[in-house]
């Protein structure tokens, strides 16, 4: 464990350090980054971030700077042994083998770090806050020790999570609170809710010593069948728009600091997707080749921009914008007037001309993950995504990105290809114009360690973490907020339970499909809910004859739009088969060099049957089996699906988008009163889905159940009936159509 002294500065920051010394001049205390014992411009924290920067990144040699241009892959702590990602200990020895402590440094986090001059680092998964304040006090002592003192920012996704979901590489809640995120927080209309939220995140974050979030994910939700639609704050420019502002404020700002709203309890927000994510074709997702195409057939490029432009990009408090933006894979089809259809990093119109030179962004942009290696000969892979790039070498995709505007690759901390495209460089543009622009980029990915005082103190006690972390306050806090969440759609009289009732809960099955990484997954039986969740509530019997009414815990449907066995298929929303009678006879987005014998994507005519078909089967069943008695559907929605196919056979929908069991139980035993409304339309059927425009919101015909009532956006009920209150006066009433 790493000894780290600090020396408290009356009137500025406290000044952390373990193997170099401190500065005392003028009564006040600066860390000797140097070693040098004078006081340099960016060692004095008087001086703003921005100058401070500015002085560093004119210090820094080209390798230096590629190494703050690099962003490290996926971290696992402990990286144990038959994890995702793989790593050694101690000269090639397993974790296990090793005897190395939790927090020890890997020997590929030491070589990245020191040979290969990493600084941003991203955590997937921490075991505990102990562990990972421990973590970081490692890799902070080892940067201490190399020339400039440049400290580790350590990044994550969103990781707040009240339910696990498949997309992405999300990672439920440890040793944090647990909250909605994406739709479930869009149910609340609540930019107040996620303003608060996005507090505690930080504070939470900072506890793990976390300075970067990447998020929040602001795309627009118009595409119902995205796999990570979840994901968003829904359709509504004008809801998602306030949410980005909001959670931005929260987040970076500083509390104790109204002047410029940056400090050492801010964390930066890396807002993605730029230029919107949301209208992939059919909604397939661009991790994939055979998702590469985000398509505009109803012209509407520009609304997906305004939860950037008019909301994370102009917030209210000293922060000013978003410190940085992370573009989509996809190609945004048709958009540059040149008629190029490149990757959005590799794209000059999307990142120069408009994100650069347009709309004036001066933060950070940060490629998304694995866009430069070589492409998979297999388009079902989850390989590189170098779209539009494939002929050009690593280097020279490196070099395009770099001279379009971008200044750091998610998930590259292989220094070589950085260099080789500055070589390159140097020979098409002359060693000055390199050189300057590499000190920009510089300067920009310094400015917000500088910002959040990580070069004065990045060091953390493991006990203040620990008390930090899921107190009591914020697991209270996340817990309401997952109350607020869970949407009402139908209720006939059979909500609220109260009593010590007996209640069947049927099992379920999720039948073998390809996961988020292309592999196989394989089949499952899941218990409907864990007993040990259901028993504060009521008694849980097998024997349906038995209870006095049965939930059914399910899913939205699980789909896939292509493998290398079918070809194009439909994602459905549907749990029974579907065949796409209504889709493009000829896809929008065409052109792929593993697809030229038959370059159109469309899968008209084509079958499809989600992986997750039986949960229509359990609600069918359970209602057979109860008879008159209740029966109240719970459904876990990761896209809006079609309700109409199990509605007549539930007394009671609820709808949530990740929440922990006890709180659909708390709303069904009368515990609290549902508050939240519809953040999506859940649609009629798969034909309005399939004759509906990717990038266009509220344009697919919402389902209008048996008592009349149609889920439309807005939509939801509490004990009395439908609501509409000031939230749907705001967002709902006043909709653009």
Same mark, same amino acid.
């Given at each position: 464990?790493?000894n780290?002294?600090?020396?408290?500065?009356?009137?500025?920051?406290?000044?952390?350090y373990?193997k170099?010394?401190?500065?005392? =001049?003028?009564?006040?205390?600066? +860390?000797d980054?140097?070693?040098?014992?004078?006081?340099?411009?960016y060692?004095?924290?008087r001086?703003s971030p921005?100058e401070?920067?500015?002085?560093l990144?004119?210090r820094?040699s080209?390798e230096?700077?590629?190494g703050l241009m690099?962003?490290?892959? #996926?971290?696992?702590? @402990?990286?144990?042994?038959?994890?995702?990602?793989?790593?050694?200990?101690?000269?090639?020895?397993t974790?296990?083998e090793?005897?190395?402590?939790?927090?020890d440094?890997t020997d590929?986090q030491?070589?990245f770090?020191?040979?290969?001059?990493?600084?941003?680092?991203?955590?997937?998964?921490?075991?505990?806050?102990?562990?990972?304040?421990?973590?970081?006090?490692e890799?902070?002592?080892?940067?201490?020790e190399m020339?400039?003192?440049?400290?580790?920012n350590?990044s994550?996704?969103?990781?707040?999570g009240a339910?696990?979901?498949s997309?992405e590489f999300?990672t439920?809640a440890?040793?944090t609170s647990k909250w909605?995120?994406?739709?479930?927080?869009?149910?609340?209309?609540?930019?107040?809710?996620?303003?608060?939220f996005?507090?505690?995140?930080?504070?939470?974050?900072?506890?793990?010593?976390?300075?970067?979030?990447?998020g929040p994910q602001?795309?627009?939700?118009t595409?119902?069948?995205?796999?990570?639609?979840?994901?968003?704050?829904g359709q509504?420019?004008?809801?998602?728009?306030d949410?980005?502002?909001a959670?931005c404020e929260?987040?970076?700002?500083?509390p104790?600091?109204? +002047?410029s709203?940056?400090g050492?309890?801010?964390?930066a927000?890396?807002v993605? #997707?730029?230029?919107?994510?949301?209208p992939?074709e059919?909604g397939?997702?661009?991790?994939?080749?055979?998702?590469?195409?985000a398509?505009? @057939?109803?012209?509407?490029?520009?609304? #997906?921009l305004?939860?950037f432009?008019?909301?994370a990009f102009?917030?209210?408090?000293g922060?000013?914008?978003?410190s940085?933006v992370?573009p %989509?894979?996809?190609?945004?089809n048709?958009?540059?007037? *040149?008629g190029k259809?490149?990757?959005?990093?590799? *794209?000059?119109?999307? $990142?120069?001309?408009l /994100?650069?030179?347009?709309?004036?962004?001066?933060?950070i942009?940060?490629?998304?993950?694995?866009?430069?290696?070589?492409?998979?000969?297999?388009?079902d892979?989850?390989?590189?995504?170098?779209?539009?790039?494939e002929?050009?070498?690593?280097?020279?995709?490196? /070099?395009q $990105?770099?001279?379009?505007?971008?200044?750091?690759f998610?998930?590259?901390?292989?220094?070589?290809?950085?260099?080789e495209?500055?070589r390159i460089g140097?020979e098409r543009?002359?060693?000055?114009?390199?050189?300057?622009?590499f000190?920009?980029?510089?300067?920009?990915?310094?400015?917000?360690?500088? !910002?959040?005082?990580?070069?004065?103190n990045?060091?953390?006690d493991?006990n203040?973490s620990?008390a930090i972390l899921?107190?009591?306050?914020?697991v209270?806090e996340?817990?309401?907020?997952?109350?607020q969440?869970?949407v009402?759609?139908?209720?006939?009289?059979? /909500?609220?339970?109260?009593?010590?009732?007996?209640?069947?809960i049927?099992?379920r099955?999720i039948d073998? #499909?390809?996961g988020?990484m292309r592999?196989?997954?394989?089949?499952?039986?899941l218990k409907g809910?864990?007993p040990?969740?259901?028993e504060?509530?009521y008694?849980?019997?097998?024997?349906?004859?038995?209870?006095?009414?049965?939930?059914?815990f399910i899913?939205?449907?699980?789909?896939d739009?292509?493998?290398k066995?079918?070809? %194009?298929? @439909?994602?459905?929303?549907?749990?029974?088969?579907?065949t796409?009678?209504a889709a493009r006879a000829e896809?929008?987005g065409?052109?792929d060099?593993?697809?030229?014998?038959?370059?159109n !994507?469309?899968?008209?005519?084509?079958?499809?049957?989600p992986?997750?078909?039986s949960?229509?089967?359990?609600?069918?069943?359970?209602?057979?089996?109860?008879?008159? +008695? @209740?029966?109240?559907v719970v459904?876990?929605?990761?896209?809006?699906?079609?309700?109409?196919e199990f509605?007549?056979?539930?007394?009671a929908?609820?709808?949530?988008?990740g929440?922990?069991?006890?709180?659909?139980?708390t709303? $069904?035993?009368?515990?609290?009163?549902?508050s939240?409304?519809?953040?999506?339309?859940?649609?009629?059927?798969?034909?309005t889905?399939? =004759?509906?425009h990717?990038?266009?919101?509220?344009?697919?015909?919402? %389902?209008?159940?048996?008592?009349?009532?149609?889920?439309?956006?807005?939509?939801?009920?509490n004990?009395?009936?439908?609501?509409k209150?000031e !939230? %749907?006066?705001?967002?709902?009433?006043?909709r653009?159509?």
């Open positions: 464990m790493i780290f002294k600090t020396k408290e500065n009356k009137n500025g920051p406290t000044i952390g373990s170099k010394g401190v500065i005392e =001049k003028d009564g006040l205390y600066f +860390k980054s140097e070693g040098t014992g004078a006081l340099l411009p060692e004095d924290w001086l921005e401070r920067a500015a002085d990144a004119e820094l080209i230096e700077i590629a690099m962003y490290s892959a #996926h971290q696992i702590v @402990p990286a144990e042994t038959g994890g995702w990602f793989g790593a050694t200990y101690n000269g090639g020895k974790f296990e090793s005897g190395a402590a939790p927090s440094l590929q030491k070589k770090l020191t040979t290969d001059h990493v600084r941003y680092v991203l955590a997937m998964v921490l075991k505990n806050g102990e562990i990972a304040a421990n973590w970081n006090n890799m902070q002592a080892l940067c201490e020339p400039h003192a440049i400290p580790v350590i994550t996704d969103p990781r707040h339910g696990s979901a997309a999300k439920e440890k040793d909605p995120l994406g739709l479930g927080l869009a149910a609340t209309f609540s930019p107040e809710l996620v303003k608060k996005a507090r505690v995140a930080a504070t939470e974050y900072r506890a793990l010593g976390i300075t970067t979030e990447l602001i795309d627009l939700g595409e119902p069948r995205w796999m990570r639609v979840a994901d968003t704050w509504s420019s004008k809801l998602v728009t949410y980005a502002k959670y929260g987040l970076q700002t500083d104790d600091n109204n +002047k709203g940056w050492c309890k801010s964390v927000a890396m993605k #997707h730029w230029p919107g994510g949301g992939c059919s397939r997702d661009a991790h994939y080749g055979f998702g590469k195409f398509v505009y @057939p109803g012209n509407n490029f520009e609304e #997906h305004k939860p432009l008019e909301g102009k917030l209210d408090g922060t000013s914008k978003a940085s992370m %989509y894979y996809t190609i945004s048709g958009i540059d007037p *040149s259809n490149f990757g959005n990093s590799y *794209s000059k119109y999307i $990142i120069g001309d /994100l650069r030179e347009k709309y004036g962004f001066d933060g942009i940060c490629t998304d993950w694995g866009i430069t290696a070589d492409p998979d000969n297999e388009l892979s989850f390989g590189s995504r170098c779209y539009g790039t002929n050009l070498s690593e280097a020279e995709r490196h /070099l $990105i770099i001279e379009n505007g971008v200044d750091q998610g998930g590259n901390n292989n220094i070589t290809p950085i260099l495209a500055y140097c543009h002359g060693e000055d114009l390199m050189k300057k622009r000190k920009e980029s510089a300067a920009r990915l310094l400015v917000n360690s500088f !910002r959040c005082g990580l070069f004065e990045p060091y953390l493991s203040e620990k899921g107190c009591d306050e914020f209270e996340g817990f309401k907020a997952q109350l969440s869970i009402m759609v139908k209720n006939n009289g059979a /909500l609220p339970v109260s009593g010590r009732k007996k209640v069947y049927p099992d099955h073998a #499909h390809k988020f592999f196989i997954e394989e089949a499952k039986d809910a864990n040990a969740d259901v504060p509530f008694d849980v019997t097998e024997n349906a004859d038995e209870a006095d009414f049965a939930i059914c899913e939205s449907p699980i789909s739009g292509y493998t066995e079918t070809g %194009y298929r @439909p994602v459905t929303l549907q749990y029974r088969e579907y796409a009678t896809s929008i065409q052109g060099f593993r697809e030229k014998d038959n370059p !994507r469309s899968y008209l005519g084509k079958t499809n049957k992986a997750n078909s949960d229509l089967d359990i609600v069918i069943d359970t209602k057979n089996k109860m008879g008159n +008695k @209740p029966v109240i459904i876990r929605m990761n896209n809006p699906c079609m309700v109409s509605e007549e056979y539930a007394d929908i609820l709808v949530n988008f929440v922990e069991t006890k709180a659909a139980l709303i $069904i035993s009368g515990g609290y009163e549902p939240a409304m519809l953040p999506v339309q859940l649609p009629k059927n798969m034909e889905i399939e =004759k509906h990717e990038d266009t919101p509220f344009d697919y015909e919402p %389902y209008v159940d048996s008592e009349g009532n149609s889920y439309d956006f807005g939509f939801g009920l004990w009395s009936g439908t609501i209150d !939230r %749907y006066d705001k967002y709902v009433a006043s653009s159509m």
